[in-house]
């Protein structure tokens, strides 16, 4: 294996000189937790034995500091840690007599809290508490999980690792696991870990340096050994080649919305893809077939990608891709009819969350595409240890009791139940057009504030970089997507719906809201103005409109579109006929969507807004300068002229078009198409009649 394989150090010791204990275990934490190799997202946890001072006898005590239930080491803060008395976690050692009392044991860790401290801690506690040494890490490196996964893992460990290393077989994390490891490591002092069957690492040390340093060794030196005695090729070579790029992302934009649409009629679910070299290796392999029924074996492997993946052949479609998903759905509920409990939750959805395609790559869905795209990384992680059991020994799964004992264990449910409700749109995915405006910006921030992914699409690019990014960092980059679009080129508006099925699996909500404001008196209004107003708000909103209903038609769904028109397309305004047609004629083509997409459950509405001017680029240029003409004021009077103009004098801001638009493109309007809704401060023109 070349150096440039190996996971380097990151420690910096004038950094680190300056941390107290708690801070030099933060900075472990986070060291450890940056590297994928090291640890997958939220797995593992690390852990530190610290003398505090006991807030009410002010008198010395030992503090266990260990990674709460529930965080990413990469990213927590020292908020994150739940801190423990650690002579009230060695006494709880008196109260346990068998296993039957785990469950217990987890709850009775409260009464060990330190300081009133929130963060609960996790199952694993126990595991660091008993280890007699300050510092211990536990971690999820694919190398040496792919020895714990292995037929023959104890005798591997003792192979690689001779007297520094333990060995204890596959149990369930608790406090008796936790018991036989801090027993393992206080009758053998030569070890400096011990390998957990099909679980991962345990290192420890005196302090925080020597702990990292030894856990990046161990890591380090198993994926040497592999390297060098691994069978090769992976997986036994290849059994199909990979399809062509181009021929692969047409098989995505097919795939993503049809399995999405099969799998979101209970539960709405967000997709993700990736053909990754590993994963292209995987699933063109020999042994796809042998090794993806046999499932993952690591606990946190398995809670993220379920039981065991589906494979779907790139051409499925129809009744086919119906019978590969419905076979999966009645494998699964035989799977919990088999290991289920007398106090068993019910079960949960039966869908896969992987699924591999040969020649193509792997497609995963969740409630949420941040879930999805952990899922997957989670499955790249078991491909690896796959690889390196099978090209050492042979990979075992986890036992089928087991992983259901995990994954409907009633602590886990427990965890579950505490969980948020979801939010109104979660799992939904909106694309919006003239999404970097005043309007269109306001529409996305609303909608994924009730949970949806939310496509921008615009021409302004660095308008649209600049929001994309702002988003991000609000509500995560996983939710939010770009994709610079002329909505009067039809080849750019389907590349970009293309798009939004690549980046989240498909379209549930469409908001045409792109526009722009060209406005002269009849005789002096060219033909030019006249088609700039119609190719861009009549024509634009016509391609946006079919590619979305395609989409959703696909998907099987149903949907909601949402047209954003005006005040104009009711009431006419002097000199602005091309404007005002425009907009006339999105009303009427949103009324004849309404008609043709009802029987499929897609509704289509409008939302008229009138005199938008804050944050609105319509206002900032030659239209704002015409419609103060047009009122004979100034250009700073308007928008007070606009307010005492309507009924209830009051301002219209873009805030107040984004409400109306969630409440068109949520269930709360399920039983409304073909509608329009004023959000115009009242103007008695255009009441409906």
């Not at 941390?19 to 593992?44: H, M």
């Not at 699964?332 to 969350?353: E, G, I, L, W």
């Not at 409440?663 to 959000?679: H, Q, R, Y």
Request: contains cysteine.
């Amino acid at each position: 294996m070349t150096s440039s394989l190996l996971i380097p150090s990151l420690w910096d010791n004038a950094h680190a000189k300056n941390l107290d204990e708690p801070g030099l275990l933060l900075y472990r934490s986070n060291l450890l937790g940056s590297d994928l190799r090291i640890t997958n997202f939220g797995g593992g946890n690390t852990s530190a034995k610290v003398e505090m001072t006991d807030p009410l006898t002010k008198k010395p005590v030992q503090v266990l500091w260990v990674k709460g239930s529930g965080g990413d080491i990469a990213s927590m803060k020292l908020d994150g840690f739940a801190t423990l008395y650690m002579d009230k976690l060695l006494a709880l050692k008196g109260l346990y007599k068998d296993l039957s009392q785990e469950d217990e044991m987890v709850h009775n860790l409260n009464h060990c809290t330190f300081n009133l401290n929130t963060r609960a801690a996790s199952i694993d506690t126990c595991l660091h508490g008993y280890v007699p040494y300050a510092h211990v890490d536990h971690v999820h490196s694919d190398a040496v999980i792919a020895i714990a996964a292995s037929k023959d893992s104890e005798k591997l460990t003792k192979e690689i690792f001779g007297n520094e290393m333990g060995y204890l077989p596959w149990q369930r994390p608790g406090i008796d696991l936790g018991i036989k490891l801090g027993k393992m490591a206080t009758e053998h002092p030569e070890y400096v870990g011990v390998v957990l069957g099909s679980h991962g690492l345990f290192t420890w040390a005196k302090t925080a340096k020597e702990c990292y340093d030894t856990t990046l060794r161990i890591i380090n030196k198993t994926a040497t050994w592999l390297d060098k005695n691994g069978k090769k090729p992976a997986f036994g070579g290849e059994a199909v080649k990979s399809l062509s790029p181009a021929e692969r992302h047409a098989v995505i934009l097919r795939l993503l919305p049809e399995i999405r649409g099969r799998i979101s009629k209970e539960e709405k679910k967000v997709g993700h893809f990736t053909d990754a070299p590993e994963v292209l290796e995987f699933v063109n392999g020999k042994m796809l077939g042998a090794l993806a029924p046999l499932g993952t074996s690591c606990p946190d492997h398995f809670l993220r990608t379920k039981i065991r993946p589906v494979i779907i052949p790139h051409d499925s479609a129809g009744a086919d891709l119906d019978k590969l998903i419905a076979d999966y759905r009645a494998d699964y509920a035989r799977y919990y009819d088999r290991c289920k409990h007398p106090n068993s939750p019910k079960m949960r959805d039966p869908n896969a969350v992987i699924y591999l395609v040969p020649q193509v790559g792997m497609l995963s869905f969740a409630k949420d595409k941040a879930t999805a795209r952990v899922a997957a990384e989670f499955y790249v992680n078991a491909i690896n240890v796959m690889r390196g059991a099978s090209s050492v020994s042979a990979y075992v799964g986890l036992a089928e009791q087991e992983a259901f004992n995990i994954e409907y264990w009633l602590l886990e449910e427990a965890k579950l139940q505490r969980m948020p409700k979801a939010k109104s749109l979660a799992g939904r995915v909106a694309f919006i057009t003239g999404g970097a405006g005043g309007i269109g910006s306001a529409i996305a921030e609303r909608l994924m504030k009730e949970g949806a992914c939310v496509v921008l699409a615009d021409i302004d690019e660095a308008s649209l970089d600049s929001t994309v990014a702002n988003f991000g960092k609000t509500f995560g980059k996983d939710n939010v997507h770009g994709v610079v679009m002329d909505v009067t080129r039809e080849d750019a508006v389907i590349k970009a719906m293309d798009d939004a099925v690549k980046a989240f699996g498909g379209v549930d909500i469409l908001v045409n809201n792109a526009g722009i404001t060209l406005a002269a008196n009849v005789e002096d209004t060219t033909l030019d103005l006249w088609n700039k107003n119609m190719t861009i708000m009549a024509t634009g909103y016509f391609l946006v409109g079919r590619e979305g209903y395609r989409l959703m038609k696909r998907q099987a769904l149903g949907g909601s579109m949402v047209f954003i028109a005006s005040k104009n397309a009711i009431a006419a305004s002097p000199g602005a006929s091309a404007y005002c047609t425009a907009k006339a004629a999105e009303v009427h083509l949103a009324r004849c969507m309404a008609l043709e997409g009802a029987p499929m459950g897609i509704r289509v509405n409008v939302v008229n807004p009138d005199a938008v001017l804050r944050g609105s680029k319509i206002w900032q240029g030659a239209w704002r300068q015409q419609r103060a003409a047009s009122n004979k004021i100034s250009e700073d009077e308007l928008e007070e002229h606009y307010r005492k103009r309507s009924l209830l004098q009051r301002s219209v801001f873009p805030e107040d078009i984004a409400e109306a638009v969630y409440f068109f493109a949520s269930d709360l309007s399920a039983k409304s198409t073909g509608n329009f809704l004023n959000v115009d401060a009242g103007n008695a023109v255009t009441f409906s009649r």
